[in-house]
């Protein structure tokens, strides 16, 4: 496929500059075929593979065009969920980075509108917003799009989509006079290209997607599983892959909860995210995840779409999606730029007919696969750890190691067999360091010196946090050191407390003695 150097694009060397600083060799085949489109004024769709660049791709020649000097907004960019507008304004500002005088402001719901409302007053030229709360500033006129210039729909297909389409129609209707308009998406359905009729004048139409719509480099497989059996096959794929980072979809945000924690109580650094938690929450599981502190992000499809976490190494369909093209998108986080990545789904009873459905809409073929079984997840360890050995081998200097070997060996000791009693030291350290952190209370997931202890309240009380706390408290010397209560979720919740009073607050949930406030709590113990 077509690829450039951004040096024959004719791009500024302050665009130039940060791009190199970023990182990129090449443009990207949407890059090299959007950009001179979009400098030239033209309305453009855009659909390129999942982890493609499509964000530089607009962004670079937004950057070209804005003026300066002209402290208006000019650009409005418009995502369809929070956490991507933020992200798309980091790329954004990354890309700016040599570029003087370019104020951008990411504006979504859940932020403090005031704070949104002193940064637009100050001059602020693109906007990136998701299409709530862009309507509540154009209404209060703390927004005001009498000098746009450009408007992009990122995720177009998902924006003109019924549920967002009533607002994207208001905020167009708000526009007034010239305007360049442009649509970006990895699906393009045909009955979202039916409507750029009516929000755009002879649009460009750059289709980069090859036969499939998915990323190749994507290993795709199903597993044919039990409902029941669901979270034992996800924590053995978990162990066997043992990614960086894995993301799971689940389609309801009661089942994102409930298995976020039962990944909890056997140990993953897991946490949820979906539209129900409060902003400061999402934000906070974000960046746990980014930065590796929560491993497991178990979501639901606010997470689907361009979400850009270079560490996510499998996705998990942990439900099938309800639309194939959230297939698309869910799986596309994974995979990106270039990266090698794993997506897995499971498929119970009937569900086997949506994956054909999926199957044939992204024009892929999903190999089936059996779960591993507790002995094949052994052989696998086995052999990723030969893996490291072979990379060891051929990359390290061990003349250190050989001389201890050698030494070995004069004592008649074949090689071979001290390599074998090499390999089981290690895997039965590694079994042991995982029944450590096992019998650690189960549960660690909270930051140093903090343990997290999982627990069933019960269902048929209505209790608050305060209550929880309050029982504990109550029954045990720690009334002072209990430091928080990670939420109530359905029936479960966490306390997190000091590691050294947590064996004290377990045996009082153990015993189940606490019953302040007709709450009776017990360590949970999800199957
Ligand atoms: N030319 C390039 N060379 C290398 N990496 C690039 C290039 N352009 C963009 N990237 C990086 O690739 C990653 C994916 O880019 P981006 O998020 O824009 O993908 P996308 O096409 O919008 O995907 P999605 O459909 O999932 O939204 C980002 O980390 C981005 O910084
Ligand atoms: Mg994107």
Known sequence: MEKKKFENLGLSTEINKAVGDMGFEEATPIQTQAIPYILEGRDVI??????????????????????????????????????????????????????????????????SIKRQIRAL??????????????????????????????????????????????????ILKGIKGKRQTIFFSATMPKSILALRKKYQKNPEIIKVVRKELTVPN?????????????????????DMYNPKLALVFCNTRKQVDELSIQLQARGYFADSLHGGMKQSQRDRVMNKFKNGTVEVLVATDVAARGIDIEDIEIVFNYDVPQDEEYYVHRIGRTGRAGRKGRAFTFVSG????????????????????????????????????????????????????????????EEDYTSIDIAAALLKLVVEEDNKEEKDSTEDFGNTGAEAGMVRLFMNIGRKQNVTPGDVVGAIAGETSISGNLVGLIDIYDRYTFVEVPRENAKEVLMVMKDNRVKGRNITIEPANPK
């Open 121 to 170: 007053k100050k001059g602020v030229q693109i906007v990136i917003g998701t299409p709530g709360r862009t309507m509540d500033h154009m209404r209060r006129g703390t927004l005001k799009l009498n000098n746009l210039d450009m408007m992009i729909l990122d995720e177009a297909d998902e924006m003109l989509n019924m549920g967002f389409r009533d607002d994207i129609e208001t």
């Open 218 to 238: 994507i290993e795709q497989a199903y597993f044919e599983v039990n409902r029941r059996n669901k979270l034992e096959s996800l924590s053995r794929l978990i």
């Open 350 to 409: 009937k569900e086997i007919y949506k994956l054909k459905g999926i199957q044939k809409y992204t024009k892929t073929k999903i190999k089936r696969k059996q779960v591993p079984s507790a002995s094949d997840i052994e052989e696998i360890k086995m052999s990723l750890l030969l893996e490291d050995v072979i990379e060891m081998l051929e990359g390290d200097n061990l003349s250190k190691e050989v001389k201890v070997i050698e030494g070995l060996v």
């Open 46 to 111: 855009g659909q390129a593979q999942t982890g493609t660049g499509k964000t530089a791709a607009f962004g670079i020649p937004i950057l070209e065009k804005i003026d300066k000097d002209n402290k208006n907004v000019q650009v409005l960019i418009l995502c369809p969920t929070r956490e991507l507008a933020i992200q798309v304004s980091e790329e954004i500002r990354r890309l700016a980075k040599y570029k003087k005088n370019i104020k951008t402001l990411p504006v979504y719901g859940g932020q």
